[in-house]
């Protein structure tokens, strides 16, 4: 497993947003990167860029090279973005115009990224911002579809469904590791999957001897973590066997009020692997594989 994390971010704001109108059925398409993301395309002002379609994101952020005019932060609004290294307040302003394949959002209000180095080098847009009954990515076709009713059946692949928890607009769903139960952050955001120290002592998983790796967060920090082998993963009806995944204590989890508990953030190298079909009306996963 890679203990690359490059983009695990974690957006707060104060204020709601204004979402723009659904239509029956949209595609979103997915663009080819190196840490395997989801990545579409982006209209901001006019500029098109890629941006990264976010779970583990409460508002757009981005780089403001794309403000038409000179930054005029809300100092009403506090924005903090939080990553595995520490968080930082971000300016909020409005931007004039902001689309994503058929969606489009006039004088949406996004936080500002003035420091390429930190947290992130990339725009974010969360997927909260889709007021649709269903997201639905679909990995493997390099696209995700947004449609009202109920996720889409697919012929001869094995349906789980999971209820989640939603918690300061941020999706939890259960998990249990060598059948010790905890909380997983489904996060399209993070490169890979980590747990922190609770989790591992209380699944009491296994260090590997004198190997340490690299994780790397939004805030382009480097942190040793140390790697652990544990035997079983279950979440809904899925199950992973004997595998090895770090080990790290963020700020993340003591912020968001889960210090004491065993936590999960679920990544991109164990998501890309299903079709990950989000029921918002309902709170339900479905994962397709």
Not at 62 to 91: A, H, K, N, Y
Not at 223 to 243: A, D, M, P, Q, T
Request: some cysteine.
């Amino acid at each position: 497993m890679k203990a690359i994390l490059a983009g695990l971010s974690l957006l707060l704001l104060t204020a709601a947003f204004e979402p723009a109108q659904a239509t029956a059925r949209e595609t979103l398409w997915l663009q080819q990167n190196e840490h395997n993301r989801p990545n579409t395309p982006l209209t901001i002002n006019g500029q098109q860029t890629p941006a990264l379609l976010d779970t583990g994101a409460t508002i757009a952020l981005i780089d403001d090279d794309f403000l038409t005019s000179e930054l005029q932060p809300d100092e009403s609004v506090e924005t903090r973005v939080l990553g595995i290294g520490g968080q930082r307040l971000f300016p909020v302003t409005k931007i004039g115009s902001l689309s994503a394949g058929a969606r489009s959002w006039y004088g949406l209000r996004v936080a500002v990224n003035t420091v390429d180095a930190f947290p992130v080098q990339q725009n974010i847009l969360p997927t909260s911002m889709f007021d649709n009954s269903v997201i639905d990515f679909d990995f493997q076709n390099d696209r995700v579809e947004l449609y009202t009713g109920y996720p889409k059946f697919v012929r001869d692949a094995r349906r789980s469904t999971i209820s989640y928890i939603d918690h300061e607009g941020l999706i939890f769903i259960p998990v249990r590791i060598n059948g010790v139960r905890g909380k997983a952050l489904v996060d399209t955001g993070a490169s890979v999957c980590f747990v922190n120290q609770r989790f591992a002592e209380r699944a009491r998983g296994v260090p590997r001897v004198q190997e340490e790796q690299d994780l790397l967060g939004s805030d382009l920090e480097r942190n040793s973590v140390r790697l652990y082998n544990f035997r079983r993963l279950h979440f809904g009806e899925n199950h992973i066997s004997k595998f090895t995944i770090p080990v790290f204590e963020t700020e993340m989890f003591k912020t968001l009020g889960f210090e004491e508990e065993p936590m999960m953030v679920m990544g991109m190298d164990l998501l890309e692997h299903f079709r990950v079909q989000l029921d918002q009306k309902r709170k339900r996963i479905v994962l397709l594989h």
